[in-house]
């Protein structure tokens, strides 16, 4: 048994650390916060340039080729950086098309995926209380009607991986969003540095992706790079809690010494050690198609969200009234936190889909 | 990342399973009863015995102490297996965890020679006399005394939650033998015979309602200076190697402790006025938050695992499972108890698996107490992994006879 990332996963990790800890963090999310622009296009630039969002892209569509250990930890440093960038979208999209495309779409996708002339999203919501299990927006003859909303990073991407109904439930479909019928609107959510669009689409010509049981698998491996993405932002926040706790002083000792704060930063620790042992365990399906997958990814996303809320929530709590405060760094973790369960349905949705996959697997086994 | 054994595991592996579908065929089901410690001790040496002459014991143990020279790994593999059987194996998990690596580890060659072998045997049964009355948490604030008389020790005083004393042949003891020196300093740790004259040992009952501890009174009961584990003085010291081994050896699950699977069952059978009670969502959540511990820590272990098997230090990773599982195990076993209405509440008649989380649940408190309290597994986290400051501990550098007595 090796229950660890190999050697070439964890240099990229340690290389996209370094990276993101020089060029993003909440200085970087709060100026894409205050300013205009849709993304960050300089850091966006810079990490297309060291070959991240070509590194699941297989070699012969121009990427590198690496295994999905790499989209995992290049996704945890995206989420430790707050980095107002669509990599994890990007990440996602991958993803889907190598699970799923055909060899056509493969080769008309990926080596603009992997060069960074084509900038993917995914998203399944609508926008309303539905669960990821459900799509309302339907496909007729190649032509997709419906409205997609919240898709992080819509205003920067050139191609978007969607849901739609489909007979056996929803199904993906690739829509070029430089064709007609295709409508992207800026809209306002919690997460004030990535910024979220909505898509509406009257007739677009949309491509399918894999069939209803492909866009469940690809719910699941979006899940575990989600998870990544969420381990990495709770770390952020426990760091941020960490530092605070060992440099602000109250009645004549630092606030670290006292159990009430100290027990939480424990907290923290472990609710993100469990997170990890099942991203990890979760990270080792995906690569080996083993088929624990569904209730791997399950767990790895309940975990983290759960990792995450605590974390994000208890940060401002260590902080006191500065953590409240707007000029605080704080309420990047608090409302990415929401941001993070937005994009892949909430924990609700996941629990029950653990819980029924080891029902399914009791029903096997019997 | 490969989840599975490598082949050398895997043949280990298939020995073992091998081995036991003959050795512990008559193990293979749970006891029909609930059978104390007590009562398990002849049949406990029997199965020690068993194992030992296959050479299932010691297993990561020096060969030059009896022991197999393999790997935590196969120790570890061992279990697994050995786990799918009912062996009574706890007797000797003390003696053989905690007590005896702390012998070979700073013991005379003579005290290795005259105990380890018999320990592994099952000849002779351990136990691990630390906590005091007012000394739990705060374990270096002792009182019992050792007094150097010639080339003995003279030992006056009481320990407290001593698992096993009742059925112990041996046990190692934390004693004070320097009063004027700050608490940690004035310790030394010796071998005692649990049959000599003026040892007592009276079996507590717990709230649980069983007997596994003791409280156990020393008078006047003397001990070679042959027998003194460490030099005088660094009793501390050599308490942490015990204390290191004990928080390896509890930190997983109990051996067959109700899990995820206890409650999914259970709530399948359970019929509320709104359905089957599995198909409620709070249910459900319950399930999930039970089954990412369960699993969590299984995982993290593995964790730990691997990078030992590659030759790394074992990470912190191992200071968090006692906690996640005693707190895990005592609110999945009231959730499930609370589903059951009346009959989680009744404890005669009922359904098997109703007693089984009654128990877990009247164990649980207890679980979260032994080898450190929650409280102080939260404060190992946050001062040794994430470099908090240390508690507050104004009584740390004092003479241990001036500090106040509450």
């Not at chain 2, 570890?76 to 786990?83: D, L, Y």
Request: charged fraction near 20%; include cysteine; glycine fraction near 10%.
């Amino acid at each position: 048994m090796d229950f660890d990332f190999s050697d070439d996963a964890k240099a990229l990790r340690e290389q996209a650390r370094k990276f993101f800890d020089e060029r993003a963090g909440p200085a970087v999310a709060r100026a894409s916060m205050n300013g205009d622009a849709t993304f960050d296009a300089q850091l966006w630039q810079a990490v297309v340039d060291l070959g991240w969002t070509a590194a699941r892209v297989p070699e012969a569509h121009g990427g590198v080729g690496m295994t999905s250990e790499a989209a995992c930890v290049l996704a945890e440093e995206a989420g430790r950086s707050l980095a107002p960038i669509p990599l994890a979208q990007a990440l996602a999209a991958t993803e889907a098309l190598i699970a799923l495309g055909t060899a056509e779409q493969q080769a008309r996708w990926l080596p603009g995926i992997a060069d960074g002339s084509v900038v993917a999203v995914t998203g399944w919501a609508e926008g309303g209380t539905a669960s990821p299990a459900k799509a309302s927006a339907t496909v007729d003859g190649g032509s997709i009607t419906g409205t997609k909303s919240p898709i992080a990073d819509l205003a920067a991407a050139t191609m978007a991986i969607v849901s739609a109904a489909g007979p056996d439930g929803p199904a993906l479909y690739i829509v070029d969003l430089s064709g007609e019928g295709v409508g992207v609107a800026a809209i306002d959510t919690l997460d004030l540095v990535r910024r979220h669009g909505t898509l509406t689409l009257t007739g677009a010509a949309a491509d399918p992706l894999g069939d209803a049981a492909g866009y469940h698998d690809w719910l699941d491996r979006a899940a575990i790079l989600g998870s990544f993405e969420a381990m990495g932002t709770a770390t952020a926040a426990m760091d941020m809690a960490v530092a605070y706790a060992k440099e602000r002083t109250a009645f004549g000792q630092k606030i670290g010494r006292y159990q009430g704060v100290k027990h939480k930063c424990a907290d923290m620790y472990i609710k993100l050690e469990l997170a990890r042992a099942h991203a990890l365990h979760a990270a080792w399906a995906m690569e080996a198609g083993a088929p624990e997958l569904r209730q791997a990814a399950s767990a790895a996303r309940v975990a983290s969200l759960d990792a995450l809320a605590f974390a994000a929530e208890e940060n401002v709590q260590i902080h006191g009234g500065i953590g409240f405060t707007w000029e605080s760094d704080c309420q990047f973790y608090y409302r990415r936190n929401r941001a993070l369960v937005a994009a892949l349905g909430s924990r609700n949705f996941w629990a029950d889909r653990l819980v029924r996959s080891l029902e399914q697997r009791n029903r096997v086994a019997a | 990342m490969d989840f599975n054994d490598t082949p050398g595991d895997a043949e280990y592996r298939a020995k073992a399973h091998a081995w036991l579908a003959t050795a512990a065929a008559e193990y293979r089901d749970p006891p029909a009863r609930a059978v104390s410690r007590g009562e398990n001790v002849p049949e406990s040496r029997k199965w020690q015995k068993i194992k030992h002459a296959a050479g299932y014991t010691g297993i990561t143990w020096p060969k030059a102490f009896g022991g197999q020279g393999l790997s935590p790994m196969h120790s570890i593999i061992f279990n697994q297996e050995q786990s799918k059987y009912h062996a009574p194996t706890e007797l000797f998990a003390i003696g053989l965890g905690m007590c005896i690596p702390t012998v070979f580890t700073h013991g005379s060659p003579a005290l290795i020679e005259r105990y380890v072998a018999k320990a592994l045997e099952g000849e002779e049964v351990w136990c691990q006399l630390f906590s005091e009355p007012s000394a739990g948490s705060d374990l270096a604030g002792i009182r019992t005394k050792a007094v150097r008389d010639g080339d003995d020790w003279v030992i006056d005083g009481q320990k407290v939650w001593t698992t096993n004393a009742h059925l112990s042949d041996f046990g190692i003891i934390v004693t004070r033998t320097d009063p004027s020196a700050p608490k940690h300093k004035g310790l030394t740790m010796f071998i005692v015979d649990m049959h000599a004259p003026g040892v007592e040992a009276r079996p507590l009952k717990q709230m649980s309602g069983g007997s596994d501890f003791n409280e156990v009174f020393f008078t006047g009961v003397r001990v070679s200076d042959s027998h003194r584990l460490g030099a005088v003085g660094d009793g501390w010291k050599v308490s942490l190697t015990t204390l290191m081994n004990e928080r390896l050896a509890v930190g997983g699950k109990p051996g067959h402790a109700p899990g995820y699977r206890d409650l999914m069952a259970l709530a399948a059978r359970i019929e509320t006025d709104m359905g089957p009670a599995i198909e409620a969502r709070d249910v459900r959540q319950r399930i999930a938050a039970t089954y990412i511990a369960d699993e969590g820590i299984k995982l993290t272990q593995m964790r730990a695992l691997s990078a030992l098997s590659k030759g790394e230090a074992p990470g912190p990773e191992q200071s968090i499972s006692k906690v996640v599982v005693a707190k895990t195990m005592q609110e999945m076993a009231a959730f499930a108890l609370d589903l059951s209405e009346a009959s989680g509440f009744t404890t005669t008649g009922g359904e098997p698996g109703i007693h089984k989380l009654q128990g877990s649940y009247m164990a649980s408190a207890g679980l979260r107490i032994a080898g450190g309290t929650d409280e102080i597994l939260r404060n190992i986290i946050a001062e040794r992994v994430l470099g908090l400051p240390g508690d507050m501990r104004p009584d740390k550098d004092t003479p241990f006879n001036e500090i106040r007595a509450a």
